[in-house]
């Protein structure tokens, strides 16, 4: 009988070090994540002056991304607000509450968003609704030279 | 549940019966679960089979194919993760998979795993020959063993395609063609086959289909089948019949084969650990110089095809190849007697040994009969040299940079076919739209050894040259690939250039690249002495005078 028990202790052991090993393997495998790209590069869109004082225009950014295997060209909406004089700041289209895109309504000059009723000051804050925070803010420089304004993505 | 089984065999432990007595209290969950599942009477079904008496360690693999199944249905389902069957992707998106160690070595078990699994399906055919298991009452099982051989290989065949490089679209090519001898019905078996008018997105989605759909619901059933043909006649055992009681199969046989398995299945991950063989380049339908071979377990077919030219190939595709089946098929009724001891059936044996010699030694031909010039194709030519010369120099850094918009420079690496390359080179644009920087004008020899160069580099990295070979290859690929050749690569309406060294010294080939009527009269070459600088006139003429 100790031989037995023997046997069934070594099948049990063999087959729990094959299962642990293919899980190992198979496991870091479904969770293998792509080596991203340190973020932070700058992108023109468009000129300091198409925009108007204090209205927020909203530029479409062509942008691409590396998606595991694929090469995705991605589009993204940044707000571009001109403060009149020579500071500009870009705020994220993405709602900070579910990620719907926000909208500038000019009658009431403010952000809305059209999923759960989160609105946004001219400066991206919180007036109303779920939002937990601010729009995010985009890194924004002007180029002197060009005139271009570049936003970080 | 009702129990197959009356009496306990010999070395059945007390505690392994049906019924455990209550009241072991790390045993109450699993009371609870048997009360409402019955799981201990399945488990006694499943393992406690009587096996004969002198089962001995030619039995086991069986159990060696069955976990081979396992690892390669495993790591095949977990591969579709990241896999993507269409001809744009594909190579990509396996790329991706062999881009971390985890996938490297799922992917490697995958690959080592069908060879494994091919070895292990023969050597069990071989082990029921020899032992005369297919005899009556176990036909049923001996045909649904060929079947799940037949299936293994077209898994085999299937999955080859799935990278979308070279090997696997040659191959696929090959086989489909192939199929176009089936006798009556060729243009239906290949249509079926390539799903579109040629092997391409229909084709790479069917066999995907087939591969990870199709085969695995057949190959289930089948395994199942052939296991409980195998429990409903027991086990053949021992040619002779020894003395002594039957043997339970768990723990005593299972630790045979759990042994083996632990071997074979070490064995494949010591091949995988660095993964499978490299991706070739990206498949190209134009490409003339690619030599398409089968993977090993085919190249005894790939070979016998060469012995029947012309007319005759469908002797050596489908005749030859019928007949080996037909001939396995009917083997339990071919040798009929209820003898099993191999020694004592010699035509049988005579027949199955000459027709496996036949296989190993066609395989082997086919191994060693492969052409000469895959190892050329290690060598960087000038136009590839050149090539790199020029997406340095061009404006090709913008975007291929480390921290830019697409893959380095020094890590391009080819996923499409050379149109799409020229056409990217030519205009960045036109792939990228609203992206890339407006194209950089390019003459059609840069373009060309661009794409030279970027599809060497998908193979190897570059290994640097001295100033003056670069200089070189910037020359040569600018101006004289058109006309010349060096080693092989480039045009014919000049002279070849590879040896050209042995007729004449540097000074006259710089004389001659700058004026040629200078030192040949006649000559229809036109003079370069105003488009090259002093440092390229005297590389070429150096390189050219070397050129022994």
């Given at each position: 009988m100790h031989r037995r028990r023997a046997l069934i202790v070594f099948i049990n052991s063999v087959i729990a070090l094959i299962g642990g090993g293919l899980t190992a393997v198979l496991g870091a495998f479904a969770t293998m994540r792509p080596s991203t790209r340190a973020e932070g590069r700058w992108v023109r869109a468009g000129l300091a002056a198409d925009l108007t004082p204090n209205v927020p225009v909203p530029r479409v950014l062509s942008l691409s991304r590396q998606d595991g295997w694929y090469r995705e060209r991605a589009r993204a909406t940044v707000f571009l607000v001109w403060d009149g004089s020579k500071g500009v700041h870009a705020l994220s289209a993405t709602c900070t509450h579910l990620g719907c895109q926000v909208r500038w309504d000019e009658a009431s000059t403010k952000f809305r968003c059209p999923c759960h009723g989160g609105v946004f000051d001219q400066q991206g804050n919180v007036i109303e609704g779920p939002p937990p925070r601010a729009l995010n803010r985009v890194d924004v420089r002007l180029d002197e030279n060009t005139g271009a304004v570049l936003v970080r993505v | 549940m009702t129990e197959p089984h009356t009496a306990r065999p010999r070395g059945m432990g007390p505690g392994e019966g049906p019924s455990r007595g209550p009241g072991r209290r790390p045993g109450l969950i699993f009371d609870w679960l048997h009360a409402r599942t019955g799981f201990r009477g399945a488990r006694h079904v499943l393992l406690d089979e009587p096996l004969p008496s002198?089962?001995?360690?030619?039995?086991?693999l069986g159990s060696v194919l069955l976990g081979l199944l396992a690892v390669q249905i495993l790591t095949g389902a977990f591969l579709t993760?990241?896999?993507?069957?269409?001809?744009?992707?594909a190579y990509d998106s396996i790329r991706f998979i062999i881009s971390a160690v985890p996938g490297r070595i799922v992917r490697g078990l995958h690959h080592y795993g069908a060879s494994f699994l091919v070895v292990a399906a023969v050597l069990h055919m071989v082990r029921v020959v020899v032992f005369g298991s297919y005899k009556a009452p176990r036909e049923a099982t001996w045909l649904s063993g060929l079947v799940l051989l037949g299936l293994i290989l077209a898994f085999s065949l299937t999955g080859y395609l799935l990278p979308w490089d070279q090997r696997a679209y040659w191959a696929t090519v090959v086989t489909i063609n192939i199929s176009r001898l089936t006798p009556l019905a060729g243009e239906l078996v290949s249509g079926l086959l390539r799903g579109g008018a040629s092997v391409g997105a229909l084709t790479l989605t069917r066999w995907y289909a087939i591969h990870v759909i199709f085969l695995p619901l057949a190959l289930l059933s089948l395994t199942v089948l052939h296991i409980v043909l195998m429990r409903r006649h027991g086990i053949s055992g021992p040619v002779r019949p020894r003395p002594g009681d039957p043997i339970p199969f768990y723990p005593w046989q299972a630790a045979r084969d759990t042994t083996i398995v632990a071997v074979v299945l070490v064995a494949l991950a010591a091949f995988a650990w660095n993964g499978a063989p490299p991706l070739e380049a990206?498949?190209?339908?134009?490409?003339?110089t690619y030599i398409p071979r089968p993977e090993w377990y085919f190249l005894g077919l790939f070979q016998l095809l060469k012995y029947f030219p012309g007319k005759w190939e469908i002797v050596g595709a489908m005749v030859v190849p019928g007949i080996v089946a037909a001939l396995l098929v009917l083997l339990p009724w071919l040798d009929r007697t209820p003898v099993r001891d191999p020694r004592r059936r010699p035509l049988a044996m005579l027949f199955f040994t000459s027709g496996l010699f036949g296989v190993v030694l066609l395989t082997s031909l086919g191994w060693r009969d492969r052409p000469r010039n895959v190892a050329a194709a290690g060598t960087w030519t000038l136009r590839e040299i050149g090539g790199r010369q020029f997406t340095q120099s061009r404006g090709c850094a913008k975007c291929h940079a480390t921290e830019g918009l697409a893959d380095p420079l020094e890590a391009l690496s080819a996923s499409r076919g050379p149109e799409w390359l020229a056409g990217h080179v030519e205009d960045p644009e036109m792939i990228a739209p609203g992206i890339r920087e407006s194209p950089h004008s390019l003459g059609e020899r840069e373009v060309a050894a661009i794409v030279a160069y970027v599809r060497k580099l998908s193979r190897q990295p570059y290994p640097g040259f001295d100033a003056q070979t670069e200089t070189v290859g910037r020359v040569y690929g600018r101006f004289c690939v058109g006309c010349h050749t060096i080693d092989g690569d480039g045009g014919k309406d000049g002279p070849d250039l590879s040896h050209v060294g042995t007729k004449h010294e540097v000074d006259y080939f710089r004389r001659l690249i700058e004026d040629p009527e200078s030192v040949k009269p006649d000559a229809e070459m036109p003079s370069f002495g105003s488009k090259l600088t002093e440092t390229e006139l005297n590389a070429m003429a150096t390189y050219l005078a070397g050129r022994k």
């Open positions: - | 002198g089962t001995g360690w030619f039995f086991t993760l990241y896999y993507a069957a269409t001809p744009d992707h990206p498949a190209d339908p134009s490409d003339s």
